[in-house]
């Protein structure tokens, strides 16, 4: 929880700073965007923590929904304090609301993979859902603010045995639209 806490708490702290930006136009259909953020993951009770970098390649089919990849390479610090590496590649698509405003929260779901260093990441499916803010700094420009959760499995008949089982995933980054 702290986590989100810190994501929307950074949201507010940035919020002052669009008030002087140039009116976000955002994207229009056919616009491609790429996204490079901190990123960061954690266990559905924040236990296990990692963080790293993610990237993000986008496509907007129209004014408002975007589809694309999103690739996630973090580090891992173990409790026995040995260091592991931990990757998320995952597909997206998403509805960005407020079209023309600096503000423009999205909705989205995704679906990929998720894998790493065997002693502490089981390779694995995953499906999820996710929110966040893009704060239009300039008219393409934006500095994102978003969560996901996931839900694990490594086949159907998993997924419903691991519904309650996830991973949250939070990013803080630069994006921009062309």
């Known amino acids: 929880m702290k986590k989100v806490l810190a994501i929307a708490v950074s949201a507010l702290l940035a919020a002052p700073f669009a008030a002087f ?16 953020s901190g990123s960061g993951s954690s266990d559905d009770d924040f236990d296990n ?12 089919l129209t004014d408002k929904w975007q ?10 610090d173990q409790d026995d304090g040995g260091n592991s590496w931990a990757g998320a590649t ?26 790493g260093d065997d002693d502490v990441v089981d390779d694995t499916g995953a499906a999820g859902i996710e929110a966040g803010l893009k704060l239009y700094v300039l008219k393409k420009t934006y500095i994102n603010f978003g969560v996901e959760y996931s839900w694990l499995f490594d086949s159907t008949d998993t997924f419903e045995n691991n519904s309650n089982d996830g991973l949250y995933l939070y990013n803080i980054g630069v994006g921009f639209n062309w």
Not at 49 to 60: D, I, K, Q, R
């Open 67 to 76: 589809a694309g990849l999103r690739q996630s390479i973090n580090g891992v």
């Open 21 to 36: 930006a140039a009116p976000g136009d955002g994207p229009v259909e056919g616009d491609r965007s790429f996204t490079v």
């Open 90 to 115: 995952r597909a997206f698509i998403m509805y960005n609301f407020n079209k023309g405003s600096n503000y423009r929260p999205y909705l989205g779901v995704n679906l990929g993979y998720i894998y």
């Open 49 to 60: 923590t990692a963080y790293g970098v993610s990237g993000e390649l986008g496509y907007f």
